[in-house]
């Protein structure tokens, strides 16, 4: 599986952006497919999560209320909503792809395939 994010930039505090990855190769085989970011100071910390199937998400506590996970299957494309941006916020983020069933969602180890990040600058 190959992941491509974009839509990435620099944003002022309280904007929004929308990120997007795109999945190609044997996407067929998606279990759960998550996003998260990066920083100097934080190794990768989860951000939200969805099954492929659509099934379940899952937010960290944080993101809640101001980031939205979604997917388009057709498309074989990921999103994540983000408004509200703070300059906390400010990461590089990847998307990450699981191809078997997890109890959990937030260790990057339990993850098979990342996208190459796309940096959020968020400034205040």
């Known amino acids: 599986v190959q992941l491509q994010a974009s839509g990435g930039g620099t944003v002022q505090a309280g904007g929004s952006l929308r990120l997007s990855c795109e999945a190609s190769g044997r996407t067929y085989g998606m279990h759960h497919i998550s996003w998260f970011r990066q920083t100097p100071k934080i190794e990768r910390e989860f951000v939200a999560g969805?099954?492929?199937?659509?099934?379940?998400?899952y937010y960290e506590d944080s993101m809640k209320g101001r980031f939205t996970i979604s997917k388009d299957n057709a498309k074989n494309t990921l999103y994540l909503q983000m408004n509200d941006l703070k300059a906390e916020d400010t990461a590089l983020y990847y998307c990450?792809?699981?191809?078997?069933?997890?109890?959990?969602?937030?260790?990057?180890?339990?993850?098979?395939?990342w996208g190459q990040g796309t940096l959020v600058t968020v400034s205040s």
């Open positions: 969805i099954t492929w199937s659509g099934s379940s998400l």
């Open positions: 990450a792809v699981a191809m078997t069933w997890m109890a959990g969602w937030v260790t990057p180890s339990q993850y098979n395939y």
